[in-house]
Every structure is written in C-alpha cells, then in structure tokens.
C-alpha cells in the first residue's frame, strides 16, 4: 500500500497490523501526513525499547515533551501529531489491540490564531491573477479558477480528469471528484471556470485534466511552483494553492453568500472553520467597537 508505515524491524507483530489499519482509513495528503506522525512515534518508542502497543499516558508526555524539545516542533505541529496518536490509540482499543487508550487525556497544545491577519487576497488580486495565470497558459489559467472560483484544493485539481468536468445535474454543468476524506462531492462548473477548463482540455476528450510540459498530469509540487510564480510576477506576494481556497470563501461570504452555503460549498466539517476564514470578522474597518462607540457616545 503506497504511504503505508514500515516500522522498526524489533517491533511486534501487534503494532505494525494496528498501525497499518489505522492507516487503512485514509487516502492522498491525509495518508501521508498521518503515516509520517505514526513513524516518528514508534522510531521514538524504539528508541526507548518501548512496544508502541503498551505505551502510557506519561510515555505520551515525554513524546510531547520530544517533539517540543528534541525534535523543535512548534505548538501547530505538535498539535497536529498528538491529535494523529491520539486517534490511533482510539482506534487500536477499540480494535481490541489494547485495553484503553493512554491518549484519553493527552493534553494537545491549543493553537490560537489572530483571525485579524487572515486577510488573503482581495477581490482585484484574484481577478489580477486570473489575468495572470490566463496569459501564462490553459492549465495553469485552469488551476487558479478551480482553486480561488471553486475551492478546490490543490491535490483535488491535480486529480481531476477531463471526463469529471462533463457532467450535468439539474440544468447546470457540473465536476465531480473525490475529495478530502475520500469524500465524493460534485460542484458546479460555473461559465467563468468553464471555460479555462476547456481551454486545458483543448481537443483531448479523456485523460488528466492538468498537464504539465511533460504532458504528465500535473503534481502537488509543480502547481505550488506555478502559483507561488505568478503571485510573485502578479501581485508581489507569497501566494500559495491555499491561499486560493482561502480567498474563495472570503469573497463568496464578502459578495454575500451566507455561512452555511459557504461551509458546504468548501466542504468544512465544521461551521467554525468557514467562520475562521471569514474577513469580515477581522476587519477592523467594521469591528462593532465603532458601533458601540458611537451609539455610547452618539448625543440624544
């Protein structure tokens, strides 16, 4: 299995089926992030001569403690790994590996973020680089719509195939793919996308959508580099793919979508997460501290 965990050669028969079937539930980026988490705990139990499957919660303390401190992760990254463990544990108890997780009360880094600085781009940035990206070719004129006026993200791009943009359901043209935990979703190809769409199809009527000069589908790392280029050319900023995504919800709640059409138009799990993208609510132009200030002070 591609992405699958080779653990250490003195590792037991147990730890590597439990890790391998946790593994099993997932696919793509989300495959290869959780089966990197999951080496760097058992290279760790190795280490300490520790079986990963009889690991407890003050194990699990020193390994925060190691990515803090051996490794310098920060608090993001830690996170990220304990939320992975912690998962892990769960599943491997309730596949009968252990009798309960030592994770239960793993205590995971909170992570706060200032919402005030996820400004991404304006409405004119994205337009400019469209202009950008359509100059600069089919595909990548096609990458940049798919990400900033649908919301793609970047691996569900790369995937596509001409084939998932030709489908039609109640009157509108549509693309389907498959997207973040191996979730179908199918989306409207609206006449803007449409057409730079077609345009990287040009005659070709099956196949990767997105090709690269090669003519081999186009990668995660070669789209990165487009889109970090024409952000440099274009508008002299670090741009990269989510920066894209990013922009799509801000500006669909800007030209007046609501929160729930949004959430479900980026696929977001969690309201709260469409709600962290959201400008407007870090726009200190429109903070209700002028409101309130202003009705305090207003005179009668």
């Not at 003195?10 to 890790?19: C, F, S, T, W, Y």
């Not at 290279?43 to 303390?61: F, S």
């Not at 403690?65 to 309730?94: D, I, M, Q, S, W």
Request: proline letters at 5%; glycine letters at 8%; charged letters at 25%.
């Amino acid at each position: 299995m591609a992405g699958a965990l080779t653990v250490p050669r003195r590792m037991p028969g147990g730890a590597e089926l439990a890790a391998a079937g946790y593994l099993a539930q997932y696919r793509g980026r989300t495959l290869v992030i959780y089966t990197q988490h999951l080496r760097i705990l058992y290279g760790w139990c190795e280490g300490v001569q520790l079986d990963p499957l009889e690991v407890r919660r003050v194990h699990l303390d020193l390994f925060r403690h190691y990515l803090e401190k051996g490794r310098g992760n920060g608090p993001g990254t830690v996170a990220a790994r304990l939320r992975c463990v912690r998962a892990f544990y769960r599943y491997a108890a309730e596949e009968g590996f252990i009798d309960d997780s030592p994770a239960r009360r793993l205590v995971v880094p909170h992570v706060r973020r200032d919402e005030t600085r996820l400004l991404g781009l304006s409405r004119e940035e994205v337009a400019a680089l469209l202009v950008a990206a359509r100059e600069a070719g089919p595909a990548r004129w096609a990458l940049v719509s798919l990400l900033a006026l649908l919301g793609l993200r970047v691996g569900e791009a790369c995937d596509l195939n001409i084939e998932d943009t030709r489908g039609e359901a109640q009157g509108y043209r549509t693309v389907s793919f498959v997207g973040k935990g191996a979730k179908p979703a199918t989306m409207p190809l609206t006449p803007p996308v449409a057409e730079a769409v077609d345009a990287a199809a040009g005659e070709r009527g099956r196949g990767p959508l997105l090709l690269r000069r090669s003519l081999t589908r186009l990668d995660r790392a070669t789209a990165y580099r487009w889109i970090r280029v024409l952000g440099d050319r274009t508008l002299d900023k670090h741009v990269h793919p989510h920066v894209l995504r990013h922009a799509f919800v801000t500006l669909s709640l800007d030209a007046g979508a609501t929160l729930r059409d949004v959430q479900n138009a980026a696929r977001h799990a969690d309201p709260r997460m469409t709600a962290m993208y959201d400008r407007a609510r870090g726009n200190l132009q429109r903070h209700a501290a002028h409101l309130l200030a202003d009705y305090v002070t207003k005179k009668s």
